[in-house]
C-alpha cells in the first residue's frame, strides 16, 4: 500500500502499480483485499488466546473489539480532515475506517458464531450482494446497473453521504463506499475461514500439517476459478468489492497464505525476514504516518529548479530523484520515488523492531 500510495509522480506509474480503471484487476488492486483477509487470520489467533486464557470474559473482548474499530475509522478520518480541517466537504470513508469496520464485524462474528455459520454468511453476502446490484433498480435511475455514477451503491453514497463527503476523485460515490464495505465483510471472513482450519488441532504431525496447506491451497485456487467464472455475469471490481472479486482475490490471498505456512511454518525452509516482521508489527502504525507525513511535508513549501513553489517531498523528488531518471523513463522515476520512500520507512520500522518499540491500536 505505502509503495502504491506513494509515487513520486502520480502521472507516470507503471501499469501493475495502477488499479484497474474500472472494471478488471491489476496487481495493486489485490493489496486490500489480502490485507482485510489477513485481518481475519489474524482474529482467529488474538481472539482464541484470550478466550483460552480466561483472562477476559466475553463482555470485556466485545469492548476492547468496538474500541479499536472506532480507533481504525477515527485515524482514518483524521487522515481526510488533515491537513484542511474542511468539516464541510470531508471525505468520511477512507481505508482505515474499511479495515475498522471489517475488524469490528468479523472478531464480533467470530466470537459468537460456528465456522458453519460462518460459511453461511459469507453465501448470504455474497449472493446478496449480486442480487441487490444486477436486480434492484436504482432511484432516478430505474434499471439495475454496474456503471460508476449510476449503479446502487454509488446512489446509496451519494444519498447518505453526500457528494461533499465522497471520495474528491468520483465525486458523487465512494471507492470504500457504504454498501461495499458489506461484501468486503466477507473478504474478512475468509480470512477468519482460513485461520481457523491452521489453528485445527486435529491433525498434530508435520504429514497432516502439510495436508492443511495443501487443502487451503487447492481451496483457494477453486474459489479464484469461481471468482473467474462469476465475472462472466457480475464484473470482477475493486470499487464495487463484487462478489467475484471477493472470490478471486480472497481465492489467491488463501494461495499464498497457504504457500508461506507450508514454507515457513511447516517446511521450515527459511526463516521469516526480520524486516517483514518489523512491517507487520506496525503496519497500522506505518501505514498512517506514510500518509499523514507527506501531507505534512505539503505544507512546508519550498522553491523548485524553475523557481514555483512545491511542497518539501515533491521538491526533494524533483531535485535529487527525477533528473537522473527521467531521462530514461518518467515511470522509473516515480518507481525509485516510491521505493525511497519505503525504504526510509524500512529502516525506521527496523529500528522500532530491534528496540521492541510496537505501537498497538
Not at 473482548?61 to 482514518?76: C, D, H, M, P
Not at 464495487?240 to 508461506?260: H, R
Not at 501531507?295 to 524533483?318: A, F, N, Q, S
Amino acid at each position: 500500500m505505502i509503495l502504491v500510495n506513494n509515487a513520486g509522480d502520480w502521472a507516470h506509474s507503471y501499469a501493475p502499480l495502477k488499479h484497474a480503471p474500472w472494471n478488471g484487476w491489476t496487481p495493486t488492486d489485490l493489496i486490500f483485499p489480502f490485507f482485510l483477509f489477513i485481518v481475519g487470520v489474524s482474529i482467529t489467533f488474538a481472539l482464541s488466546k484470550r478466550q483460552t486464557s480466561l483472562l477476559e470474559d466475553e463482555k470485556t473482548q466485545r469492548l476492547k473489539i468496538i474500541r479499536r474499530g472506532v480507533t481504525l475509522f477515527a485515524l482514518g478520518f483524521f487522515l481526510n480532515l488533515f491537513p484542511r480541517f474542511d468539516f464541510a466537504n470531508v471525505r468520511i470513508m477512507g481505508v482505515l475506517q474499511r479495515i475498522g469496520i471489517v475488524y469490528t464485524v468479523c472478531a464480533l462474528v467470530f466470537l459468537r458464531t460456528s465456522p458453519r455459520q460462518q460459511v453461511n454468511l459469507i453465501l448470504l453476502i455474497l449472493i446478496g450482494y449480486f442480487l441487490l446490484m444486477t436486480m434492484v433498480p436504482v432511484p432516478g435511475i430505474g434499471y439495475a446497473n454496474l456503471e460508476p455514477e449510476t449503479n446502487l451503491a454509488a446512489w446509496i453514497d451519494r444519498t447518505i453521504l453526500t457528494p461533499a463527503h465522497c471520495y474528491r476523485s468520483s465525486k458523487v460515490w465512494d471507492p470504500e463506499g457504504l454498501l461495499s464495505t458489506v461484501p468486503a465483510i466477507a473478504t474478512g471472513l475468509l480470512g477468519l475461514l482460513a485461520g481457523r482450519w491452521l489453528r485445527s488441532t486435529r491433525y498434530g504431525t508435520t504429514v497432516r500439517e502439510s495436508q492443511k496447506a495443501l487443502f487451503l491451497f487447492l481451496a483457494g485456487l477453486l474459489m479464484a476459478f469461481v471468482g473467474t467464472l462469476f465475472d462472466t455475469v457480475f464484473p470482477i471490481n475493486k470499487a464495487l468489492w463484487t462478489s467475484s472479486y471477493v472470490l478471486l482475490a480472497g481465492g489467491l490471498a488463501m494461495c499464498g497464505l497457504a504457500i508461506f505456512y507450508y514454507l515457513i511454518d511447516v517446511r521450515r525452509a527459511f526463516q521469516l525476514s526480520g524486516l517483514l516482521v518489523a512491517f507487520g508489527v506496525n503496519a497500522i502504525t506505518v501505514f498512517f504516518l506514510s500518509g499523514l507525513i507527506p501531507r505534512m511535508m505539503g505544507l512546508i513549501l519550498v522553491d523548485g529548479p524553475d523557481g514555483t513553489k512545491l511542497g518539501l517531498k515533491e521538491y526533494l523528488y524533483r531535485t535529487f530523484i527525477a533528473p537522473p531518471f527521467d531521462p530514461i523513463d518518467p515511470r522509473l522515476s516515480s518507481l525509485v520515488g516510491a521505493l525511497t520512500f519505503v525504504g526510509i520507512w524500512a529502516v525506521i520500522l527496523w529500528i522500532m523492531y530491534r528496540r521492541r518499540i510496537i505501537i498497538k491500536v
